[in-house]
């Protein structure tokens, strides 16, 4: 089965880091962008952080700049998300999500990790 598994996820206090995983099996992910998202109590699903397969290039959310780091370890199909300093407004579901390079829509995803940050 081809599928996106997060793990990492807790509860921490304001300022603390969490480390974020995301296990993709089932086939290979070349020509792929791995991305996370995260929708917190009451707000929309927003774009956290993205990383290509090929190349590692990175994006992120301006909300998140400076302190979030997306990476991936290729041979073992993982991608992560090392977050620091982390706000009570960081509180959220975190999800991890795949799709070829060549589409915009994102087509997998994983089941989500909750996070939670308190003051």
């Known amino acids: 089965q081809v599928q996106l598994v997060e793990s990492g996820g807790g509860l921490v206090q304001a300022g603390g880091s969490l480390r974020l995983s995301c296990a993709a099996s089932g086939r290979t992910f070349s020509g792929y962008v791995m991305g996370w998202f995260r929708q917190a109590p009451g707000k929309e699903r927003e774009f956290v952080a993205r990383i290509t397969w090929i190349g590692g290039s990175t994006n992120y959310a301006d909300s998140v700049k400076g302190r979030f780091t997306v990476s991936r370890d290729n041979a073992k199909n993982t991608v992560y998300l090392q977050m620091n300093n982390l706000k009570p407004e960081d509180t959220a579901v975190y999800y991890c999500?795949?799709?070829?390079?060549?589409?915009?829509?994102?087509?997998?995803w994983g089941q989500g990790t909750q996070v939670t940050v308190s003051s």
């Open positions: 999500a795949a799709r070829v390079l060549i589409q915009r829509e994102y087509e997998l």
